[in-house]
């Protein structure tokens, strides 16, 4: 089954709402190794954008404590960065066998944060290259070339 961007509109909703609370000054980009939009944060913004986060997604774990209990993202997660204390993810219900996740890691002594937004396949799906890519782009308004050009 084909996936239309349309089937993936509560996904959209949700980037929607987590960036509300950017300023415009940020700019998201492209992570080509990890596959992910990210956008790094400064200062008080860090904590305008991170409580939200917890409102938008159904599951979000850390370090610390236990991922859920769906091997496909907890494999995922493992192979695109791990995670170190302070880190957490966030997860999204599954939709078309997909799951939206943000990865928010604080940095250079907790005044930075990378949050990284991603599609999670699941259930043995694979993504066509620059799917992620291609949804991302659209929801976050990513203004960098295609990765594959």
């Given at each position: 089954m084909q996936i239309k961007l349309e089937d993936l509109a509560p996904f959209q909703e949700i980037c929607r709402k987590i960036c509300l609370n950017i300023p415009p000054t940020y700019c998201?980009?492209?992570?080509?190794?990890?596959?992910?939009a990210v956008v790094v944060l400064c200062g008080e913004e860090t904590e305008l954008v991170f409580f939200p986060l917890f409102k938008e997604f159904?599951?979000?774990?850390?370090f610390t404590t236990a991922p859920p209990d769906t091997e496909d993202?907890?494999?995922?997660?493992?192979?695109?960065?791990g995670l170190m204390p302070g880190q957490a993810v966030f997860t999204s219900l599954p939709l078309h066998n997909l799951v939206l996740c943000v990865a928010w890691w604080p940095?250079?002594?907790?005044?930075?944060?990378?949050?990284?937004?991603?599609?999670?396949?699941?259930?043995?799906?694979k993504l066509r290259e620059n799917v992620a890519f291609e949804c991302l782009r659209r929801w976050l308004k990513i203004e960098t070339p295609n990765p594959a050009k």
């Open positions: 998201w980009q492209w992570d080509q190794k990890r596959g992910m159904r599951h979000h774990w850390s993202i907890s494999q995922w997660v493992n192979d695109r960065f940095w250079g002594e907790d005044e930075k944060v990378s949050m990284r937004v991603g599609l999670i396949p699941i259930h043995g799906i």
